[in-house]
């Protein structure tokens, strides 16, 4: 009995699946209608104008406090840019989101959208916005004095024109103070005689 339910069960599965069509209709297989529609909005082309302009930031900043040879002589501070202008990127990149999204949220207030919770968005996302552009002047100030150090290191420790002009003259210096009093000490030591100090004796 129970083989003979289950016999008349797949025959009428069987049936029901004979029964149906090739193709449901709406469901083709053509390729691009089953391609995931993509929308350009534009991101990778704002992507490229913030590395651009972190990358221009990055390169006045360095060439303002640093010459073009230290900077090409150095990997650290070629390795230490690159991160600086990449972390960079990224927050130009934030704010540029930020103001997008409260453009477009400013745009669906005025068309009529002016539930509370749309104010409430907008006002977070303004909050947002202050902070990435606090971050943003903090890292500059940050990167600002990091080019300061490294310019003085590179004074007191890499400098190669100035040991050279000393060495030459006998004289080793690092800094101006220092220069001075060797050469107040090498003028007490040879006895050079202050010409315009005698014309006003005289």
Do not use: C, W
């Not at 840019?81 to 934030?94: C, N, W």
């Not at 004074?155 to 800094?175: A, C, F, L, M, P």
């Amino acid at each position: 009995m129970k083989d003979e339910s289950k016999n008349k069960f797949r025959d009428s599965l069987g049936d029901l699946l004979n029964d149906l069509p090739d193709e449901v209709e709406g469901l083709s297989n053509n390729s691009e209608e089953l391609q995931p529609v993509r929308v350009d909005s534009g991101q990778a082309t704002a992507l490229v104008k913030a590395k651009n302009k972190a990358e221009k930031v990055m390169n006045s900043l360095l060439t303002f406090y640093l010459s073009e040879e230290i900077i090409a002589e150095h990997e650290y501070i070629r390795a230490k840019a690159q991160l600086d202008e990449s972390a960079l990127s990224m927050l130009i990149r934030q704010m540029q989101n930020s103001e997008t999204a409260i453009t477009l949220l400013m745009e669906t207030i005025h068309e009529g959208d002016v539930s509370p919770r749309m104010f409430e968005v907008l006002s977070d996302l303004q909050r947002t916005l202050l902070d990435i552009i606090k971050s943003q002047t903090m890292y500059m100030v940050a990167i600002e004095e990091n080019a300061k150090k490294i310019s003085r290191d590179v004074d007191v420790y890499h400098s190669t024109e100035s040991s050279t002009s000393n060495k030459q003259s006998g004289i080793k210096s690092r800094g101006t103070k220092d220069l001075m009093r060797a050469l107040q000490d090498t003028i007490k030591e040879e006895d050079i005689e202050d010409v315009d100090g005698n014309e006003n004796e005289e």
